[in-house]
């Protein structure tokens, strides 16, 4: 199994929902990363887990809130969501958190919020 | 800090035809570097990273670049593009802070 899968593809929101999304990976890697990715903009880094520990936050509001259960799964929560927050959720792995390493990307989640 | 300019936001080009993507880094220690695709609707995937080693790199899909020091560019090139290579690419760059940096994205876009 050599790729990432996220849950749902799509989810609608309203500001006052609180909601979850899912990425998994069986490929035995030990990093995982969330991105928030705008129309036509470069993917923009929001967490990095490594070996289930929370590694890198990249300042993200606290609205959202990572979880990583286990060392194959990886969840967003999102709770009081504004607008502006809609865009692609992507989702990736790699080997080991190592500058040298490729992230394998999941196809995203698109979320929007009403 | 290290920075990724991609010089150029779209390249239209037609079908079999060459292309280059233009990448340029800014990094005063060692680096690694990568090309990722993104078609409509997906996520990133890997074309090719340079890490060490021969200065031309081949990758996916008849892609392939040239690390170039002195100049701190890697620019990506195919030979003859088609169709399904419309899609957007991202230059990337990484120098040891585990952040993963993405260039702006140039949009290649192949006309029949």
């Known amino acids: 199994d050599t790729e990432v899968t996220q849950t749902p593809k799509h989810l609608v929101m309203g500001m006052t929902n609180k909601k979850s999304l899912k990425c998994e990976q069986h490929?035995?890697?030990?990093?995982m990363y969330w991105y928030k990715q705008k129309a036509k903009k470069p993917p923009e880094l929001m967490f990095v887990?490594?070996?289930?520990?929370?590694?890198i936050n990249e300042s993200v509001p606290s609205r959202f809130s990572p979880e990583c259960p286990n060392s194959s799964l990886l969840n967003l929560h999102l709770h009081a969501l504004q607008p502006e927050d809609s865009a692609l959720y992507l989702c990736?792995?790699?080997?080991?958190?190592?500058?040298?390493?490729?992230?394998?990307f999941g196809p995203g989640t698109r979320l929007t919020v009403l | 800090a290290q920075s990724v300019t991609q010089l150029d936001s779209q390249v239209p080009v037609f079908e079999e035809a060459p292309v280059e993507l233009r990448c340029n880094y800014s990094s005063s220690v060692s680096v690694y570097l990568f090309w990722y695709v993104q078609y409509p609707n997906q996520g990133l995937q890997l074309l090719l990273k340079y890490l060490s080693g021969s200065t031309l790199v081949k990758g996916i899909n008849g892609f392939e670049a040239e690390f170039n020091k002195s100049q701190t560019s890697f620019h990506l090139r195919k030979p003859s593009v088609h169709i399904s290579d419309t899609a957007e690419y991202f230059c990337?760059?990484?120098?040891?802070?585990?952040?993963?940096?993405f260039g702006a994205g140039t949009r290649l876009f192949v006309k029949a």
């Open positions: 990337a760059v990484n120098t040891g802070g585990f952040k993963t940096i």
């Open positions: 990736a792995s790699s080997i080991r958190l190592a500058e040298y390493n490729e992230q394998f």
């Open positions: 887990y490594s070996y289930e520990k929370l590694s």
């Open positions: 490929m035995g890697h030990r990093a």
